[in-house]
């Protein structure tokens, strides 16, 4: 079993900062892609930013510039470093891993997602 939990959601002023964290534990072999989504309510989850583990990124559009995503391998954690905040970015933030168990050739990657952490940024 993997588990993921979050950390660093909170309360900030438009234009401030929020650093996420997320760290995986568990039965784990390998991880491949690590990614940051978010749901505000009544809204659908989406994708905020991702990172393979060779360290390709990508953003939805809306946060390019402002948000970083990165990666420490040896620790399993990936983190959101979250810059000029904006009343929109308000939700609920979620980490995703895609992760193997095992080295066996029959194991396959599998999707695990954290709880989630609140971000609330006020106008």
């Known amino acids: 079993q993997v588990q993921l939990v979050e950390s660093g959601g909170g309360l900030v002023q438009a234009g401030g900062s929020l650093r996420l964290s997320c760290a995986a534990s568990?039965?784990?072999?390998?991880?491949?892609?690590m990614g940051w989504y978010r749901q505000a309510p009544g809204k659908q989850r989406e994708l905020v930013a991702a990172i393979t583990s060779a360290g390709s990124t990508n953003y939805r559009e809306s946060v390019k510039g402002r948000f970083t995503i990165s990666r420490d391998n040896a620790k399993n954690t990936v983190y959101l470093q979250m810059n000029s905040l904006k009343p929109e970015d308000t939700s609920v933030y979620y980490c995703?891993?895609?992760?193997?168990?095992?080295?066996?050739?029959?194991?396959?990657?599998?999707?695990?997602w954290g709880q989630g952490t609140q971000v609330t940024v006020s106008s």
């Open positions: 995703n891993a895609d992760v193997r168990a095992t080295s066996a050739y029959y194991e396959p990657y599998r999707s695990y």
């Open positions: 568990g039965s784990i072999f390998s991880i491949n892609a």
